[in-house]
């Protein structure tokens, strides 16, 4: 397990240097708006800082204004994409049985509390059919799916996806 929760870091502290370079690090709003197509620290700073502090990426995404999108979806962590896509067998077979150390480390890399991992395994367990529901299901597809069975048990608390 330490040693999948390593690579998961190191791919993720990668990734980090790639992110840096991405045109939009601070989501919608009305800061994004105002402070599109700049680039930096400080702009990206000062357009985060305006959405939080005025709260209009709401407004936002329920409009579709702000450049937001009405429809978005929430995406899971990079980290957390590269994690299933590079163990999406193991994780199979660990959902398959409710437990396993790809299982764990997933639900480690979802920030899954401690307290709610047996309720993340077994749920996956006995939604396994509807969490890999094809033979040949992509990573993004089974992340979709576990997001969706999670989020109907109200005591799991994992999904901020960042």
């Known amino acids: 397990m330490k040693k999948i929760l390593l690579t998961a870091a190191i791919t993720t502290s990668m990734m980090s240097t790639a992110a840096m370079a991405a045109p939009n690090n601070v989501g919608?709003?009305?800061?994004?708006?105002?402070?599109?197509?700049?680039?930096?620290?400080?702009?990206?700073?000062?357009?985060?800082?305006?959405?939080?502090?005025?709260?209009?990426?709401?407004?936002?995404?329920?409009s579709g204004t702000l450049g937001c999108e009405e429809g978005g979806v929430v995406q899971a962590s990079a980290a957390v994409n590269m994690f299933v896509g590079n163990n999406l067998d193991a994780l199979s077979r660990d959902m398959s049985v409710g437990q396993g150390e790809s299982l764990a480390s997933l639900a480690q890399l979802m920030g899954v509390k401690a307290?709610?991992?047996?309720?993340?395994?077994?749920?996956?367990?006995?939604?396994?059919?509807?969490?890999?529901s094809a033979d040949?299901?992509?990573?993004?597809?089974?992340?979709?799916?576990?997001?969706?069975?999670?989020?109907?048990?109200?005591?799991?608390?994992?999904?901020?996806?960042?």
């Open 28 to 62: 919608c709003g009305l800061g994004s708006t105002l402070f599109d197509g700049q680039s930096g620290t400080v702009p990206q700073i000062l357009a985060v800082t305006t959405n939080g502090t005025f709260g209009n990426q709401t407004f936002g995404i329920t």
């Open 115 to 132: 307290e709610d991992q047996a309720t993340f395994f077994s749920t996956a367990r006995a939604n396994y059919g509807k969490i890999f």
């Open 136 to 162: 040949d299901i992509t990573a993004g597809k089974m992340l979709e799916n576990l997001y969706r069975v999670m989020a109907r048990q109200d005591r799991l608390a994992i999904y901020a996806r960042t």
